[in-house]
């Protein structure tokens, strides 16, 4: 008897929660807040330089940085480590064409019920966030439920939320993983886009006549009748993919063609479920509002990367290094990033000249990344030829052949005998990818050949610790 009633509550609650999200009329979306004054900005920057609704030959590069949020206890994760390499696949895609491209700075795991499955916008405070938010990169933070807005939103949750435009932090739920270009959509707040529909500065005359001050701002994008959603006159058919309704615009006009591919619209996701649209799109005018807030917003220009970068004099043991080129990065004399110190090098090139040295403990992560943003992905390590010893010096460690595709011989001098040695290989994340124990090695030369056929292009440390040493040696993989 228990248990069948416990069986009719839990069919009942599945129907409850399906009932409610599925065949709710009222939309969700999220409400930001816009800087006027930055938008104005950017605005003036078209005028100045006379650029309108086309395609840029500026480059950006910008960093973004993945947050995972979980319960506390580690469980419910926002998204899956995996899940986040398409969900950067998705965000690069959607800004190819326009010469904006983004470089993923790395990601972590954050533990917090609330801000994993309890965060309720409009009610909590954003500066929950704050704390978890790495400089100078657009930080994304993925999390299981999203609270807040109207009913809708209240019963299922935001898809996504971006809080303010522009911005450097947006926030995805985990229904939306792999949804509607999602993630590209929040960062699109992020670099000063409104909805399609936007009606916060007035509704959109269907013939234009308003385009640049109402609506979303912008010239190219339709008027979008979505904005009179919640009044009789608004309609859709059965499935919720086409607009059916009466509305009139401020001219009294009713023929809409609405903007029903547009990122930045809502027409994508139909009734019950269906998804309308997928391949959604920019406009040549969204393109250029993104390019006028990526060149006149402090905030974001702090997370682009300049042409070419040299990082030197650099020891740090804790807090964030993000450092990035659009061409190449390279390091001069003494980069020492240890400890818990979050450090990401980045660019097409990638070149790090001796006195670079990277060793991770305490949660720390140095994060060696090639842009795939345009040329030929490159990088070399100076130091390759030099063997790198840390901790004993009477130690010698060496690879070769360095880079390698397949195997690398690691030779090593031990200054006494050891019963039992580690070498862990730890990739671009500090993350050990591959352990060996070595028994009862001899006190002098040794040599081990370490299979790295399986890993991917990128740079790797191999570390060897005994009783009272320990030898590092970077090894590059290149495929
Ligand atoms: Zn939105």
Redesign the pocket.
Known sequence: MRTNNHLRLFVFLIFLTYSVCSFSQLPC??NYKIDKAALQKAKEFESQNNINNSIQSSSFVIRVYFHILNCSDGTLPGVTAAQLTTEFDTLVAAYRANNICFINAGYDNIYNTKLDSNFTVGTDNSSLFDSYRVPDCINIFYMLKIKGGNSACTNCGFG?V?LGIPNTFCLVAKSNVGVAQTVA??VG?CMGLL?TFDFSNGYEDINGSNSSTAGDQITDTQADPFGYNSQSCYNTSSNGCTYAGSCKDPNGASNFSPPYTNLMAYWWNGKNGVTCYSALVLTGGQYTRVNSFLSTNSDLINCESPSYVTESGINISSGYLMASAINTLTTSGTVDISGSAIALLGGSTVTLEPGFDAYAYDGGSTLIRLSQCSGTPNFAIAEKLKPVAVANTSNILIAYPNPTSSAVNIAFTLAHNESKLSLKVYDGNMKAVKEISLQDRLKGRNTINVDLSKFSSGIYAVIIQGTDMLMKVMVVVQK
């Open positions: 979306y999220d996504g971006t959509h929040e707040h909805h």
